[in-house]
């Protein structure tokens, strides 16, 4: 018995489908950046100085990093970016709270408002940041290369500037470390942020 072309078919595409749905996929992998380890906390210092609110923001970031996945050097000029390794909020959001936690911390002060705020909240400084580069590079460092200014309470006056590198080794290669080191950036940039806050504050 001979079995049609139209069988044929059938059959054979039932058994392509049956093997692709043995295959299973890779599991993806969510992080978030993390501010200041609790340990550390009872060291920080606090500032016993005037009632400020001081303003975070605006943040921008490049455009190569407004994406889900977390993008590493391959080299200098060529990036990758991970299809199962994915940042678990948008990365200017994450960027943000663990700078103002950190400042937080740091400053020993809650009166931290995020960009934007509402009108009725009056800020003393402002601290802008612009993100120039933020990622793993083709050496395998975490590298934070950002330029931060502080503006007085008429949201014009640059009272403070800086461009700073920041470098971080990862203790290991994967993405869990990666990040971790990529966190650490981040505080190295909130410290010195916070040492200028506090000399502007106790001179005031």
Not at 23 to 42: A, C
Not at 63 to 84: E, K, Q
Not at 127 to 140: H, K, Q, T
Not at 180 to 200: F, H, K, V, W, Y
Request: with cysteine; net charge negative.
């Amino acid at each position: 018995m001979r079995i049609s072309v139209m069988a044929w078919v059938i059959v054979t595409g039932f058994l392509i489908g049956s093997s692709a749905g043995c295959v299973r996929t890779q599991p993806t992998h969510y992080y978030i950046l993390s501010s200041i380890d609790s340990e550390g906390r009872s060291s920080m210092p606090s500032i016993d100085g005037p009632d400020v609110r001081i303003g975070l923001g605006p943040l921008t970031l490049p455009s190569y990093l407004d994406r889900a996945g977390i993008v590493t050097r391959i080299t200098p000029n060529t990036l990758n970016i991970a299809d199962f390794d994915n940042w678990a909020e948008p990365l200017h959001q994450n960027v943000m709270s663990v700078v103002s936690e950190n400042l937080s911390w740091l400053l020993g002060t809650d009166n931290i408002v995020t960009y934007p705020w509402k009108r009725s909240h009056t800020v003393d400084y402002q601290l802008v940041l612009d993100v120039i580069e933020f990622d793993v590079n083709s050496a395998g460092n975490a590298l934070l290369f950002a330029r931060w200014s502080v503006v007085g309470d008429d949201g014009e006056t640059v009272i403070a500037t800086n461009k700073g590198r920041y470098v971080r080794t990862p203790a290991g290669k994967d993405y869990h470390h990666l990040v971790q080191a990529l966190s650490e950036t981040l505080e190295d940039m909130s410290r010195e942020i916070a040492d200028r806050m506090t000399a502007l504050l106790t001179h005031e």
